[in-house]
């Protein structure tokens, strides 16, 4: 049976500015959207101003997906010291938080688990990943692959921080950045699985 502890509603909109600030790039994206559908306006724009609006919203996706991380993981923590302080006993300690997640994101449980995984490995222990997340230089999915294919191998911190920076040095080359590609040193590196741009 799932243990959860519900977190106390805000309702007032002065009270959490995040949420505020979050509907304003809702409506603002939504507006986009609108102006995209007309043809007027839409034939006004230059294709290299467009290619721009879509770099730039393949960074606001992967800021956007690390702020969620974020969040996971500050709830997740929240609920599991609610769960201590109201006497759960230790082996139900996180569940139902996974659940929790589910409902908000629009998922399972079992997937909402695995997404909280892969934001604790991030926060907590591939930092630098997560540093080129924040700053939309990778997407959520090649976040994800670092976290499945490197944090779970064994091996040493000092190994695994080590392919991340040559990677993330790589990745930030100009040639490379330009092509969505490894480097040729990422690659004879044994590492281009962690550039390697794939679509989401």
């Known amino acids: 049976m799932a243990v959860a502890i519900a977190p106390e509603a805000i ?3 002065a009270v959490d500015p995040v949420t505020g600030w979050l509907d304003d790039v809702l409506a603002g994206l939504a507006d986009g959207v609108a102006a995209c559908a007309m043809p007027s306006i839409a034939a006004e724009v ?4 467009r290619i721009d609006r879509i770099a730039q919203l393949e960074k606001v996706k992967a800021a956007a997906g690390a702020l969620q991380a974020a969040e996971s993981v500050r709830f997740a923590q929240s609920q599991a010291k609610a ?4 006497d759960v006993h230790p082996d139900k300690i996180g569940r139902g938080i996974a659940d929790q997640l589910g409902l908000a994101c629009h998922m399972s449980g079992f997937a909402a688990a695995r997404r909280l995984g892969v934001a604790r490995a991030l926060w907590f ?7 080129l997340l924040i700053a939309g230089e990778i997407s ?10 490197d944090a779970p191998s064994g091996r040493s911190d000092e190994t695994r921080r080590g392919r991340q920076d040559r990677c993330g040095r790589d990745r930030a080359d100009g040639a490379a950045k330009r092509r969505g590609v490894c480097s040729p040193r990422c690659v004879r590196g044994g590492s281009a ?5 794939r679509p989401d």
């Not at 769960?83 to 109201?86: G, I, P, R, S």
């Not at 222990?125 to 540093?131: H, N, S």
């Open 125 to 131: 222990e591939l930092p630098e990943t997560y540093q």
């Open 83 to 86: 769960q201590l302080a109201a």
């Open 46 to 49: 230059p294709d290299d101003v």
């Open 193 to 197: 699985w962690l550039c390697a741009a």
């Open 140 to 149: 959520g999915y090649i976040a994800s692959l670092v976290v499945t294919r």
């Open 11 to 13: 309702t007032d909109q």
